[in-house]
């Protein structure tokens, strides 16, 4: 008899070795004369297990991880493939706590398949989402977005469908659909994990949007740094276009809807959508002045809806199973879900989707099994690079947009990162300005040349050099960009800074009584 | 390495190929660096005449943007993520170690030619730090001991 097992691909679980165990495994049912269909599926998202090979049985899929190529011969010889015990088995998949807790609906189908088989992504659920849309008109499809009360994922938590609505109201012969993909932000990955695991579920996002708003492009604009995402996304793309999905006529309607992926450079500033557009149109990714707005003049001045991926990915289920669904989920104004991603020093680090109002504590400690390193949290940033840091007397905020406004910290794209006590917060806000000296597009004033003053700044302060004043100077500086940079690069970086020079001002060789000069 | 008739024949192609393609300069780069390694200078005036673009826009272009090359780089590229989740995993002890292994810093070439040392802000494997990419083979949880396979595995690839 045959035996069916899956391995990932996706590139966390490949950057562990998954394609050698892959390897070591075939070899070894070849030599054992034992029959098994391994399928390459995606990853979902536990990876503190990966590489994590699934056995299918009766009862269900068992997890073995995390295993490595040494593992593979004790492996069979407990005659895994048969779903029997090992050291490394957990069980069930779907009954680990760390999955069962969550609620997948954007990730509703990562990790369970081939991410490159439709008739998959079909059995799964996939398309019912375009299929409503099609039976729609196109000011109720914005309709129901609106009623979700989605905000948009890639951090700004705009209100998506007022976003649309605009595009929609916008007359013009030409609009574009435009997916930001360029998730540069340390600590997230869940853009990653969706054009990996998932790439079907944006491109039907981005095409119900085409639909709602007149749109007959797009475009992903995806960064360099994910080549594994690129070549899944291109094969993607194909294969929908073969089964009209894409393209011309899509489903025997009239709507048309051509969609191409566009590799980006390296530039982090290139998330900001203005920049991102003037990147598609050839140029330098200099941020533009706004207004007007992309979603009125955005791509080569035409009416542009520029969502992030995860945004455009919780499309389809919104279409699906209504707006209500969706929106039950969540708290206050921040409703659904949000794909948290744990990263850094914590022990068990992966992809987590919860709904709004999970708090801080749970997700590092129930979820993250606290530090990697085994000492004692410190502190953790939230949101990217442009995030605050945020210290263990705020672990029991819950995970809610205005929550987080409402102590200068940001939700974000909703990576987490967690650093132990070994580390140095002085060193941590260097870095914040460093960085946005590296990334800056140079167009305004006080993110190109206040970045690298408040480097020299903190070096003063570490060094000892008339420390209240410049301590005064750095917080100057830090309000002169937050309220004179022309976007959220300039405009944020103060925020790790001057949140790890409230929350741990020792490690400045500040005491916390000091008096202002 | 000198500017071969061969270089300007596939720059030329390239320049050929996007040339109806709106925001041409984007994909156009990256073919040229994926034909030759990185962006020639003597590609500009190429561009330039094709595109009706000045030399100072398409340079401008090309340096804005980390990921293009204007120099030929080693024939492995070893790229180390600074960002703050593989920091708060060591990867500045990762860093050090490529440094003073390969005996060059960032944005250099190894004496042989095998590996040019490059800085990265995120891979995305922030579930696995420390990471580094090797070519365009992404590594998780990295460790000396990996950077030493990295390393060896690549001056024997050069």
């Known amino acids: ?517 | 390495m000198s500017f071969t008739k061969e270089s300007a024949e596939k720059i030329q192609n390239l320049i050929g190929k996007f040339q109806d393609k709106p925001g041409a300069l984007l994909p156009l780069m990256h073919g040229i660096q994926d034909a030759l390694g990185f962006v020639p200078e003597e590609a500009y005036p190429l561009i330039s005449k094709a595109y009706q673009l000045s030399i100072a826009e398409i340079h401008g272009f090309v340096t804005f943007y980390h990921h293009f090359r204007r120099k030929p780089s080693g024939k492995n590229i070893l790229h180390i993520c600074r960002a703050e989740s593989c920091q708060s995993m060591g990867a500045e002890k990762i860093e050090q170690y490529c440094k003073d292994k390969l005996d060059i810093d960032y944005h250099d070439t190894t004496s042989d030619g095998a590996i040019t040392l490059e800085p990265i802000y995120c891979l995305g494997n922030c579930a696995c730090s420390p990471a580094v990419m090797i070519n365009e083979k992404v590594l998780g949880r990295v460790t000396p001991n990996m950077i030493d396979k990295i390393i060896e595995r690549a001056k024997e690839n050069s």
């Open chain 1, 1 to 517: 008899m045959s035996y069916k097992i899956y391995i990932p691909t996706d590139s966390t679980s490949l950057s562990l070795g998954a394609d050698e165990v892959f390897e070591a495994v075939q070899r070894e049912a070849i030599q054992r004369n034992i029959s098994l269909e391994i399928v390459r599926n995606g990853s979902r998202g536990l990876f503190w297990l990966e590489p994590l090979i699934e056995v299918e049985t009766k009862t269900g899929r068992l997890a073995y991880g995390p295993v490595t190529v040494d593992d593979v011969r004790a492996l069979f010889d407990a005659e895994f493939f048969a779903g029997k015990g090992h050291a490394l088995c957990h069980g069930l998949t779907e009954e680990i706590e760390w999955l069962k807790k969550q609620e997948r609906l954007t990730f509703a189908r990562a990790g369970i398949s081939d991410p490159l088989n439709l008739n998959d992504y079909l059995n799964l659920g996939g398309f019912r989402g375009l299929k409503n849309a099609i039976n729609l008109k196109p000011n109720e499809i914005v309709k129901t977005v609106t009623d979700s009360g989605l905000r948009g994922r890639g951090g700004a938590a705009f209100p998506t469908g007022i976003k649309w609505q605009t595009v929609h109201d916008t007359l013009s012969q030409k609009k574009y659909i435009v997916c930001n993909a360029d998730e540069g932000d340390s600590g997230t990955y869940s853009d990653r994990m969706i054009m990996e695991n998932d790439p079907f579920v944006l491109i039907e996002g981005m095409v119900i949007a085409g639909l709602a708003v007149g749109a007959d492009q797009g475009y992903i604009y995806l960064r360099s740094e994910y080549p594994d995402a690129l070549k899944v996304l291109n094969k993607a793309i194909d294969l929908a276009k073969e089964k009209g999905y894409l393209g011309d006529k899509i489903l025997g309607t009239d709507f048309n809807f051509e969609l191409e992926v566009t590799r980006a450079a390296g530039a982090y500033i290139c998330g900001e959508e203005t920049s991102l557009l003037e990147s598609l149109e050839g140029k330098r990714g200099m941020v533009r002045y706004k207004p007007p707005l992309p979603a009125i003049e955005g791509l080569y001045g035409k009416p542009t809806v520029v969502n992030n991926v995860i945004t455009l990915a919780s499309i389809p289920i919104i279409l699906d199973k209504g707006s209500k669904y969706y929106a039950d989920y969540g708290m206050g104004r921040s409703k659904g879900t949000l794909p948290i991603q744990l990263a850094g020093n914590l022990k068990k680090t992966g992809l987590i989707e919860k709904a709004f109002g999970i708090t801080l504590r749970e997700l590092i400690y129930d979820f993250g099994g606290g530090s990697a390193t085994g000492r004692p949290i410190k502190a953790v940033q939230v949101g990217g690079p442009l995030g605050a840091f945020i210290p263990e007397s705020q672990f029991d905020m819950p995970m809610d947009y205005e929550t987080f406004a409402k102590v200068n910290a940001v939700v974000g794209h909703g990576g987490i990162v967690a650093f132990d006590d070994t580390v140095d917060m002085a060193k941590m806000a260097r870095y914040s300005f460093e960085f946005c000296a590296i990334e800056s597009c140079g167009k305004c004033t006080p993110c190109r040349i206040g970045s690298t003053r408040g480097m020299e700044v903190i070096d003063k302060i570490k060094a000892g050099v008339e420390v209240n004043k410049n301590e005064k100077l750095l917080r100057d500086l830090a309000d002169t960009m937050v309220s004179g940079s022309l976007c959220a690069m300039g405009g944020m970086t103060p925020f790790p800074v001057i949140s790890a020079l409230n929350f741990f001002p020792n490690d400045f060789g500040l005491e916390k009584t000091d008096t202002k000069a």
